[in-house]
């Protein structure tokens, strides 16, 4: 296939801004691309048969969305109503609401109703041209169920064209049978369960939840252990309510993200630099539980921490299933420029994923682009509510 007549924001890391190329052109090979460059410079050996013209219409690398909890039994909407109609946390807790009702929804459901409930989330992000999405699990909390979500995951990827890579985040909140004892719950469920969960090749990365609502950092640096143990590499919710040093700890255990970050000091700022840690951020969590603290995006920017954007879908503090609205939002609501929202969900996505055949065009990656019917990138970010998607192509093919 070759692309003709397209606008080309590559996203190649250099001085042109989005590494813009003008009347460019992209031949498509196997489902990678072969050659990217301008249309006067297109080799002749090309053939011109399959040639499609775009209308000087802009092409980027296809989306990545590197962080959602998008497997989930239920939803929340009741919560929302009880607690906007004046009920009190008590009361939500009294009507089982909360992160534990979506773990009950979640242990009841079957892996068929899950994937069924997972899709309309994950044919909601294809429409705005995602080609990439990390899905954790962190519903089940039991060995059974945490590969049940994982396994919903990976069943994603067979269901549409979609990249799934899987995060297991049984680590995410302590379940009612290990009230109070979160040392038997690690020791239970979160390391067998693990262990486990990898030798059936349902697990990319490892992931957990360091708050002190969830696990302590002490708590967290076992998970991790058992993670390197077993070669995964792990990524770590951290400093979203609080600061305890969590990104730091990750950052030490060569992480690929620390995410979320609202209380990351400058402290946290350099560990992450040294260790080329992605900052991964989470605005529709911000946005949702109305919160104040903004991530301190100017250090990250200074110390040259890769910035990161992603949904967070999840059915309680960030029910978005627009990776679009997160850009927006990145920009509207933590300042980002365009060119980062749109670096934090191409190039520093793929990062955060330790992916590197995709986020950029450029000879060798995958071919998976977003064609958009706007001409200039910021438009991105710079609208709400409105998706631009002209056409996706998916591994070479348009879908
Ligand atoms: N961060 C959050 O904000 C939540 N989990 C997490 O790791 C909330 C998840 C939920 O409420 O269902
Ligand atoms: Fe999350």
Request: one cysteine or more; proline letters at 5%.
């Amino acid at each position: 296939m070759l692309l003709v007549n397209a606008r080309l924001a590559t996203m190649v890391r250099g001085s042109i801004p989005y590494g813009l190329i003008d009347r460019a052109a992209i031949a498509i090979e196997d489902g990678k691309i072969l050659w990217c460059g301008r249309e006067a410079e297109l080799p002749t050996t090309f053939g011109r048969d399959a040639r499609q013209d775009l209308g000087g219409g802009l092409v980027t690398p296809a989306l990545i969305d590197c962080h959602t909890h998008l497997v989930f039994g239920g939803n929340r909407a009741q919560e929302f109503e009880l607690r906007l109609n004046g009920a009190s946390y008590e009361d939500v807790a009294r009507n089982g609401g909360g992160i534990l009702s979506t773990v009950m929804a979640t242990r009841e459901a079957d892996e068929d109703s899950l994937l069924a409930d997972a899709l309309t989330r994950v044919d909601a992000l294809i429409a705005e041209g995602v080609a990439t999405i990390e899905v954790k699990s962190g519903y089940g909390l039991t060995v059974a169920d945490e590969l049940k979500m994982l396994r919903v995951a990976r069943r994603i990827a067979d269901e549409r064209p979609v990249r799934i890579r899987t995060s297991y985040l049984a680590a995410h909140a302590i379940p009612p049978e290990f009230k109070g004892s979160p040392n038997a719950y690690l020791e239970r469920v979160v390391l067998p369960g693990l262990e486990q969960a990898h030798t059936e090749g349902l697990v990319d990365a490892v992931d957990g939840f360091c708050e002190s609502i969830a696990f302590a950092p002490h708590e967290i640096e076992q998970v991790f252990d058992k993670a390197q143990g077993l070669g995964l590499p792990v990524k770590l919710h951290a400093e979203q309510l609080s600061s305890l040093g969590g990104a730091a700890l990750a950052a030490r255990h060569g992480a690929l993200s620390a995410d979320h970050l609202e209380y990351l000091d400058a402290a946290g700022v350099t560990v992450m630099a040294q260790s080329g840690t992605v900052a991964v951020l989470l605005p529709g969590a911000f946005y949702t539980l109305r919160e104040t603290q903004l991530p301190p995006v100017n250090l990250l920017r200074n110390e040259k921490v890769p910035i990161a954007l992603a949904t967070d879908c999840n059915p309680g503090s960030s029910p978005l299933a627009s990776i679009l609205l997160a850009m927006n939002m990145g920009a509207t609501l933590f300042r980002l420029t365009p060119q980062e929202t749109l670096a934090g969900t191409t190039r520093n996505a793929a990062r955060a994923l330790g992916l590197e055949d995709c986020g950029v065009i450029a000879p060798g990656k995958r071919a998976d682009l977003a064609i958009w019917n706007v001409a200039d990138p910021a438009e991105l970010s710079y609208r709400i509510g409105f998706n631009a998607l002209h056409r996706r192509i998916f591994g070479g093919d348009f879908s």
